[in-house]
């Protein structure tokens, strides 16, 4: 009597890690990868030198805080929104020092001295909402825009979008971006 040898039933597993391959493959062809842009800022450049640290006069500082209850205070005063643009377009054009002959400020002698050595310090809590930061970020923009755009018709008589790259980097020189963020630490 012949004895029968069962072999057991087996799958050629070798063409599934084909179809395996292929589909990822597909996959990552076929998706989509969000491209958020974020905010736009160019860091300062590295500075070696001991003025990086200079100690900056009062006067040349404006604070704007946000705490954990939403609200914008600027030197210690609640704001609303919609007047921060106003009140940091003020502060850079103030021409406190009488030095600047394109600025259009009231010259108080309580407000920045230039443009050029104006600070915007932007201070908040870690409980601060980030669409709130985000906004008076944009305020704060849209202040140095207005002062740029003004400058740019006044000088070169052009809008923004029509300068050369040697009229916008004067013009940018003219209102320098100077933005200090903080986070506070919580005390409890």
Known sequence: MKSFRRHSASVNAGSMADIAFLLLIFF?????????????????PVCDTADCIANIPERNLLRISMNETQEIMIEDAVVELAD???????????????????????????????????????????????????SVQDEITKAY???????????????????????????????????SEILLKQTN
Do not use: M, W
């Open 28 to 44: 990552l062809v076929t998706t989509t990868i969000s491209a958020d842009k974020g905010i736009l800022r160019k860091l300062p």
């Open 84 to 134: 921060v643009q106003k009140i940091v377009e003020t502060f850079i054009d103030n021409n406190g020092a009488g030095s600047c002959n394109f600025c259009t400020g009231n010259q108080s002698k309580e407000s920045s001295d230039h443009p050029k050595v104006a600070v915007i310090s932007l201070q908040h809590v870690a409980l601060t909402k980030y669409s709130n930061f985000i």
């Open 145 to 179: 825009y207005n002062l740029r755009a003004r400058y740019a018709k006044e000088i070169y008589n052009k809008t923004p979008d029509r300068l050369s790259k040697e009229e916008l980097v004067n013009v940018q020189k003219a209102y320098p971006f100077i933005v």
